[in-house]
Protein backbone atom coordinates (compact mmCIF):
# COMPACT_ATOMS: atom_id res chain seq x y z
CA UNK A 1 0.00 0.00 0.00
CA UNK A 2 3.01 2.47 1.01
CA UNK A 3 4.67 1.57 -2.38
CA UNK A 4 1.05 2.66 -4.00
CA UNK A 5 1.14 5.94 -2.13
CA UNK A 6 3.97 6.70 -3.44
CA UNK A 7 4.01 6.20 -6.77
CA UNK A 8 0.25 8.04 -6.72
CA UNK A 9 1.95 11.36 -5.12
CA UNK A 10 5.10 10.82 -8.13
CA UNK A 11 1.91 10.78 -10.68
CA UNK A 12 0.05 13.64 -8.83
CA UNK A 13 3.71 15.72 -8.86
CA UNK A 14 4.10 15.61 -12.83
CA UNK A 15 0.42 15.84 -13.63
CA UNK A 16 0.41 19.00 -14.90
CA UNK A 17 1.66 18.62 -18.01
CA UNK A 18 -0.55 16.23 -18.90
CA UNK A 19 -3.83 17.34 -21.33
CA UNK A 20 -6.59 18.64 -19.23
CA UNK A 21 -10.24 18.07 -19.80
CA UNK A 22 -12.50 20.63 -21.70
CA UNK A 23 -15.20 20.82 -19.44
CA UNK A 24 -15.00 24.04 -16.95
CA UNK A 25 -15.84 24.63 -13.42
CA UNK A 26 -19.50 25.18 -13.10
CA UNK A 27 -20.94 23.18 -15.56
CA UNK A 28 -22.31 19.30 -14.72
CA UNK A 29 -23.61 16.63 -16.84
CA UNK A 30 -27.00 15.41 -15.40
CA UNK A 31 -28.06 13.52 -18.52
CA UNK A 32 -26.47 11.93 -21.63
CA UNK A 33 -28.22 9.85 -24.17
CA UNK A 34 -26.54 8.87 -26.81
CA UNK A 35 -28.82 6.18 -28.12
CA UNK A 36 -25.67 4.30 -30.03
CA UNK A 37 -27.04 0.89 -28.77
CA UNK A 38 -28.81 0.42 -32.26
CA UNK A 39 -30.76 -3.01 -31.15
CA UNK A 40 -32.68 -3.54 -27.80
CA UNK A 41 -35.49 -1.28 -25.54
CA UNK A 42 -33.12 -0.10 -23.30
CA UNK A 43 -30.12 3.02 -23.79
CA UNK A 44 -27.81 3.65 -21.58
CA UNK A 45 -27.33 7.17 -19.78
CA UNK A 46 -23.42 8.08 -19.76
CA UNK A 47 -23.77 11.11 -16.67
CA UNK A 48 -22.39 9.54 -13.84
CA UNK A 49 -26.10 8.70 -12.03
CA UNK A 50 -26.64 6.49 -14.64
CA UNK A 51 -30.62 6.66 -14.98
CA UNK A 52 -31.15 4.71 -17.99
CA UNK A 53 -33.91 4.95 -20.27
CA UNK A 54 -36.38 2.46 -21.57
CA UNK A 55 -37.74 2.84 -25.00
CA UNK A 56 -41.85 2.95 -25.14
CA UNK A 57 -44.17 2.42 -27.96
CA UNK A 58 -43.51 2.93 -31.63
CA UNK A 59 -39.68 4.02 -31.86
CA UNK A 60 -37.22 2.47 -33.86
CA UNK A 61 -32.90 2.77 -33.49
CA UNK A 62 -31.73 4.26 -37.08
CA UNK A 63 -28.23 5.87 -38.25
CA UNK A 64 -27.90 9.16 -36.36
CA UNK A 65 -25.52 12.21 -36.07
CA UNK A 66 -23.04 10.60 -34.10
CA UNK A 67 -23.07 6.39 -34.28
CA UNK A 68 -27.00 5.56 -33.98
CA UNK A 69 -29.95 7.95 -33.03
CA UNK A 70 -33.47 6.37 -32.28
CA UNK A 71 -36.18 7.47 -34.91
CA UNK A 72 -39.71 8.26 -33.13
CA UNK A 73 -42.74 7.72 -35.37
CA UNK A 74 -46.07 9.50 -34.37
CA UNK A 75 -48.12 9.19 -38.25
CA UNK A 76 -47.93 5.53 -38.11
CA UNK A 77 -49.99 4.38 -35.58
CA UNK A 78 -49.00 4.49 -31.78
CA UNK A 79 -46.16 7.25 -30.79
CA UNK A 80 -42.69 6.56 -29.16
CA UNK A 81 -40.62 8.01 -26.51
CA UNK A 82 -37.68 7.36 -23.95
CA UNK A 83 -38.53 7.27 -19.98
CA UNK A 84 -35.85 7.48 -17.46
CA UNK A 85 -35.98 6.42 -14.11
CA UNK A 86 -36.81 9.83 -11.22
CA UNK A 87 -33.84 11.22 -9.87
CA UNK A 88 -32.83 13.83 -7.24
CA UNK A 89 -30.45 15.21 -9.95
CA UNK A 90 -33.48 15.98 -12.39
CA UNK A 91 -35.09 18.31 -9.61
CA UNK A 92 -33.77 22.31 -10.41
CA UNK A 93 -34.96 24.48 -8.02
CA UNK A 94 -33.96 28.02 -7.20
CA UNK A 95 -31.68 30.91 -8.96
CA UNK A 96 -30.14 27.96 -10.81
CA UNK A 97 -28.92 27.26 -14.54
CA UNK A 98 -29.15 25.26 -16.96
CA UNK A 99 -28.39 23.68 -20.49
CA UNK A 100 -30.53 21.20 -22.67
CA UNK A 101 -29.15 20.23 -26.04
CA UNK A 102 -29.53 17.69 -28.74
CA UNK A 103 -29.34 16.96 -32.40
CA UNK A 104 -32.61 16.45 -34.30
CA UNK A 105 -33.46 15.47 -37.99
CA UNK A 106 -37.40 16.27 -38.60
CA UNK A 107 -39.41 14.68 -41.43
CA UNK A 108 -42.78 16.21 -41.03
CA UNK A 109 -43.43 19.99 -40.00
CA UNK A 110 -46.61 19.93 -37.93
CA UNK A 111 -47.93 22.61 -35.32
CA UNK A 112 -47.68 22.80 -31.62
CA UNK A 113 -45.29 21.41 -29.60
CA UNK A 114 -42.96 18.94 -30.23
CA UNK A 115 -41.03 17.12 -27.13
CA UNK A 116 -37.10 16.70 -26.85
CA UNK A 117 -36.34 16.47 -23.76
CA UNK A 118 -38.99 17.02 -21.10
CA UNK A 119 -38.97 16.40 -17.14
CA UNK A 120 -42.39 16.34 -16.95
CA UNK A 121 -43.87 13.96 -14.47
CA UNK A 122 -47.95 15.11 -15.55
CA UNK A 123 -49.58 17.54 -17.46
CA UNK A 124 -49.66 19.73 -14.31
CA UNK A 125 -45.86 20.00 -13.84
CA UNK A 126 -43.12 21.01 -16.02
CA UNK A 127 -39.65 21.76 -14.71
CA UNK A 128 -38.14 22.54 -17.82
CA UNK A 129 -38.25 21.22 -21.29
CA UNK A 130 -37.00 21.42 -24.50
CA UNK A 131 -38.60 21.21 -27.90
CA UNK A 132 -39.89 22.83 -30.71
CA UNK A 133 -42.84 24.95 -31.61
CA UNK A 134 -43.60 23.89 -35.29
CA UNK A 135 -39.87 23.95 -36.98
CA UNK A 136 -38.60 27.06 -34.18
CA UNK A 137 -36.66 25.75 -31.34
CA UNK A 138 -38.20 26.34 -27.70
CA UNK A 139 -37.33 25.75 -23.99
CA UNK A 140 -40.27 26.09 -21.61
CA UNK A 141 -40.80 26.02 -17.92
CA UNK A 142 -43.40 26.08 -15.36
CA UNK A 143 -42.94 28.19 -11.81
CA UNK A 144 -43.10 27.18 -8.54
CA UNK A 145 -46.38 28.54 -7.99
CA UNK A 146 -47.85 26.33 -11.01
CA UNK A 147 -49.83 29.48 -12.56
CA UNK A 148 -47.48 30.25 -16.00
CA UNK A 149 -45.86 28.33 -18.28
CA UNK A 150 -42.57 30.37 -19.29
CA UNK A 151 -41.97 29.90 -22.40
CA UNK A 152 -39.18 31.24 -25.11
CA UNK A 153 -39.23 30.53 -29.01
CA UNK A 154 -36.51 31.32 -31.30
CA UNK A 155 -37.56 32.76 -34.15
CA UNK A 156 -34.62 33.30 -36.71
CA UNK A 157 -34.26 30.60 -38.66
CA UNK A 158 -36.84 27.45 -38.55
CA UNK A 159 -34.99 23.79 -38.29
CA UNK A 160 -35.01 22.28 -41.89
CA UNK A 161 -36.84 19.27 -42.85
CA UNK A 162 -34.75 16.02 -43.59
CA UNK A 163 -31.35 17.66 -42.14
CA UNK A 164 -29.23 16.66 -38.90
CA UNK A 165 -29.96 19.87 -36.89
CA UNK A 166 -28.47 21.06 -33.35
CA UNK A 167 -30.86 22.85 -31.23
CA UNK A 168 -30.08 24.36 -27.07
CA UNK A 169 -31.56 26.49 -24.69
CA UNK A 170 -30.09 27.89 -21.92
CA UNK A 171 -31.53 29.43 -18.44
CA UNK A 172 -30.89 31.04 -15.31
CA UNK A 173 -34.18 30.65 -13.66
CA UNK A 174 -35.28 33.60 -11.85
CA UNK A 175 -33.55 36.05 -14.37
CA UNK A 176 -35.67 37.03 -17.13
CA UNK A 177 -32.94 37.98 -19.71
CA UNK A 178 -31.20 34.83 -18.99
CA UNK A 179 -33.30 32.47 -21.58
CA UNK A 180 -31.31 32.07 -24.78
CA UNK A 181 -32.13 29.40 -27.21
CA UNK A 182 -29.89 28.39 -30.20
CA UNK A 183 -30.22 26.76 -33.50
CA UNK A 184 -26.76 24.97 -35.10
CA UNK A 185 -24.82 27.04 -32.64
CA UNK A 186 -26.31 30.63 -33.38
CA UNK A 187 -28.18 32.18 -30.85
CA UNK A 188 -32.13 33.21 -32.05
CA UNK A 189 -33.72 36.39 -31.50
CA UNK A 190 -36.98 34.68 -29.54
CA UNK A 191 -41.04 35.82 -30.32
CA UNK A 192 -43.49 36.96 -27.82
CA UNK A 193 -46.70 38.28 -30.00
CA UNK A 194 -45.00 39.43 -32.88
CA UNK A 195 -42.37 40.81 -31.09
CA UNK A 196 -38.57 40.20 -31.47
CA UNK A 197 -36.66 40.37 -28.10
CA UNK A 198 -34.02 38.19 -26.74
CA UNK A 199 -35.60 38.68 -22.87
CA UNK A 200 -39.49 37.73 -24.34
CA UNK A 201 -41.31 35.41 -22.45
CA UNK A 202 -44.58 33.98 -24.60
CA UNK A 203 -46.09 33.53 -21.78
CA UNK A 204 -45.08 34.61 -17.95
CA UNK A 205 -41.99 36.85 -17.31
CA UNK A 206 -39.58 34.18 -16.60
CA UNK A 207 -39.03 35.98 -13.06
CA UNK A 208 -40.34 33.52 -10.65
CA UNK A 209 -38.41 29.97 -10.37
CA UNK A 210 -39.51 26.59 -11.29
CA UNK A 211 -41.46 24.19 -9.93
CA UNK A 212 -39.09 20.82 -9.19
CA UNK A 213 -39.59 17.68 -10.14
CA UNK A 214 -37.68 14.63 -10.12
CA UNK A 215 -38.40 13.40 -13.63
CA UNK A 216 -39.05 11.15 -14.92
CA UNK A 217 -36.73 12.93 -18.09
CA UNK A 218 -38.69 11.76 -21.16
CA UNK A 219 -37.47 12.03 -24.79
CA UNK A 220 -40.08 11.94 -27.90
CA UNK A 221 -43.08 12.80 -25.79
CA UNK A 222 -43.75 13.12 -22.21
CA UNK A 223 -46.38 10.60 -20.39
CA UNK A 224 -48.49 8.59 -22.00
CA UNK A 225 -47.03 10.03 -25.44
CA UNK A 226 -48.18 13.77 -25.35
CA UNK A 227 -46.36 16.07 -27.90
CA UNK A 228 -44.90 13.86 -29.67
CA UNK A 229 -42.25 14.02 -31.97
CA UNK A 230 -41.96 13.50 -35.38
CA UNK A 231 -38.08 12.44 -36.82
CA UNK A 232 -35.35 11.13 -35.08
CA UNK A 233 -33.13 12.44 -32.13
CA UNK A 234 -29.22 11.70 -30.94
CA UNK A 235 -27.50 12.75 -28.51
CA UNK A 236 -29.87 14.10 -25.45
CA UNK A 237 -27.67 16.44 -22.70
CA UNK A 238 -28.92 18.23 -19.71
CA UNK A 239 -26.11 19.98 -18.03
CA UNK A 240 -26.47 22.47 -14.92
CA UNK A 241 -25.09 25.45 -15.32
CA UNK A 242 -24.91 28.04 -18.81
CA UNK A 243 -23.04 26.77 -22.06
CA UNK A 244 -21.43 29.65 -23.65
CA UNK A 245 -22.67 30.02 -27.45
CA UNK A 246 -18.54 29.47 -28.32
CA UNK A 247 -19.11 25.68 -25.87
CA UNK A 248 -22.02 25.29 -28.35
CA UNK A 249 -20.31 25.16 -31.23
CA UNK A 250 -17.43 23.05 -30.05
CA UNK A 251 -19.86 20.69 -28.61
CA UNK A 252 -21.44 20.29 -32.13
CA UNK A 253 -17.76 20.04 -33.91
CA UNK A 254 -16.99 16.76 -32.33
CA UNK A 255 -18.33 13.91 -30.65
CA UNK A 256 -19.76 14.87 -27.48
CA UNK A 257 -17.16 12.10 -25.65
CA UNK A 258 -14.53 14.23 -27.10
CA UNK A 259 -15.54 17.37 -25.02
CA UNK A 260 -16.32 14.98 -22.33
CA UNK A 261 -12.94 14.24 -21.60
CA UNK A 262 -11.76 14.31 -18.11
CA UNK A 263 -8.94 16.22 -16.69
CA UNK A 264 -6.42 13.10 -15.59
CA UNK A 265 -6.33 15.41 -12.44
CA UNK A 266 -9.81 14.70 -11.25
CA UNK A 267 -9.13 10.90 -12.29
CA UNK A 268 -6.31 10.54 -10.09
CA UNK A 269 -7.55 12.79 -7.13
CA UNK A 270 -10.62 10.61 -7.11
CA UNK A 271 -7.96 7.75 -6.63
CA UNK A 272 -6.44 9.29 -4.68
CA UNK A 273 -8.96 9.98 -1.76
CA UNK A 274 -10.19 6.62 -2.39
CA UNK A 275 -7.51 5.43 -1.06
CA UNK A 276 -6.94 7.22 1.71
CA UNK A 277 -10.34 5.87 2.96
CA UNK A 278 -8.83 2.92 3.04
CA UNK A 279 -5.65 3.17 4.74
Same mark, same amino acid.
Given at each position: ??????????????????????? &?? @???? %?? *???? $?????????? /???????????????????????????????????????????????????????????????? &?? @???? %?? *???? $?????????? /????????????????????????????????????????????????????????????????????????????????????????????????????????????????????????????????????????????????????
Amino acid at each position: MKALVLILSVLLFFLPSLVDGKI &RA @GLEL %IL *YLPF $DEGVGKKTEE /LSEFGNDGQLEGNCKWVDGKFGKALYFITQLGEPGLVRTSKHDIFAIEGKAEITLMAWVNVDAS &RP @GFRA %IA *YNRP $DANKVNYALG /LWAVDVNFFYRDKENDNFHRVTGIWDAVKLGEWTHVAATNTFGDPEAMKVYLNGKEQPTNRNGGVRPDNWSQGDGAKMPLPARGPITVGGYGNFGDTFQGAIDEVMIWKGSFTEAEINEIMAEHPTEFLAVDPREKLATKWAAIKRNL
